[in-house]
């Protein structure tokens, strides 16, 4: 068993990980960090940008994680580069804001693709190759629409409330094998994601985050410490949980 009695600044030291969507907002802060907390780490996103991170211990992958053998590919890189992988980060994300009875199949099915399906077979091969290693930690970037709605956001709130589930049951799973999985239920942070569905995005999240009780959004560092928490031992007993990052969104009435 591991007790930690210290919090240790280098708290992911000699792990490796792999992070999805890390060329922007979230996972960028993401992989940085778990890379200057000590970890080794595999940094995949479909936008090349995803190379200006690239340095000793941190070799970005450029690939779309909806494509078949996508996940084998970024598990196999991790494993090749890094001789192991301890850690998973399943956090690439996009949303669409549509009425449902405007949203064409496709629309849909391209959401549930990267935000549920791409996560499902990166946990998959991720967990292949940390069970014979007895340990390791995957944490999922859920959301609050894991749990609430409002108009528009049906597939995105679909795709992440999959994406909770997922991480409960596979955290059932495999619990018995050493490898915990637990998601982080994110509130508003300033990124791009909303760049394709309103006119500027990031001042857009800045604003909607002034609604909850913290009274604004959060930056992307923010999450990416409650991540690197997570993926660490000193999480050792949180398991199948959805740690809620969101400024208090999800527990105000009103
Ligand atoms: N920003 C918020 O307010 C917020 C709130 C709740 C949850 N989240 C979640 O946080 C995660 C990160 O989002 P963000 O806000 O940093 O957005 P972002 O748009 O800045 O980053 C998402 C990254 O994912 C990559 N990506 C998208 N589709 C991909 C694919 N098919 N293959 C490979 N890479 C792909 C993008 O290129 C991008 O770099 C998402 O899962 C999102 O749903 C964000």
């Known amino acids: 068993m591991t007790v930690i009695k210290h919090a240790l600044p280098n708290e992911v030291e000699g792990k490796v990980a792999l992070v999805t969507g890390a060329a922007s907002g979230i996972g960028k802060a993401i992989a940085l960090l778990l890379h200057a907390r000590g970890a080794k780490v595999v940094a995949e996103d479909r936008n090349p940008a995803v190379e200006e991170l690239a340095r000793p211990g941190l070799v970005p992958l450029v690939a779309d994680i909806t494509e078949d053998g996508a996940a084998e590919r970024a598990v196999g890189l991790a494993v090749e580069q890094f001789g192991r992988l301890d850690i998973l980060v399943n956090n690439a994300g996009i949303i669409i804001n549509k009425l449902v009875i405007d949203m064409t199949r ?16 990166h946990c998959r091969e991720a967990v292949k190759a940390m069970m014979p ?40 799973e495999v619990i018995g094998h050493g490898i915990r999985v637990n998601a982080v239920g994110v509130g508003d942070v300033v990124t791009n994601i909303l ?60």
């Open 106 to 121: 496709e629309d849909w099915e391209r959401i549930q693709a990267v935000n549920a399906t791409a996560a499902f077979l």
């Open 133 to 172: 290693n007895k340990a390791g930690a995957i944490v999922n970037i859920a959301s609050y629409a894991s749990y609430f709605a409002f108009p528009t956001i049906a597939a995105y709130t679909a795709s992440k409330g999959a994406l909770a589930q997922l991480t409960r049951t596979l955290a059932l």
């Open 195 to 254: 760049n394709d569905v309103v006119d500027d995005g990031p001042a857009f999240l800045a604003q909607h985050g002034e609604a909850a009780p913290i009274g604004r959004a959060a930056q992307p560092e923010e999450i990416a410490e409650v991540v690197a928490f997570l993926a660490s031992d000193r999480a050792s007993f949180i398991v199948g949980s959805v740690v809620m990052a969101d400024g208090g969104m999800t527990v105000t009435a009103g």
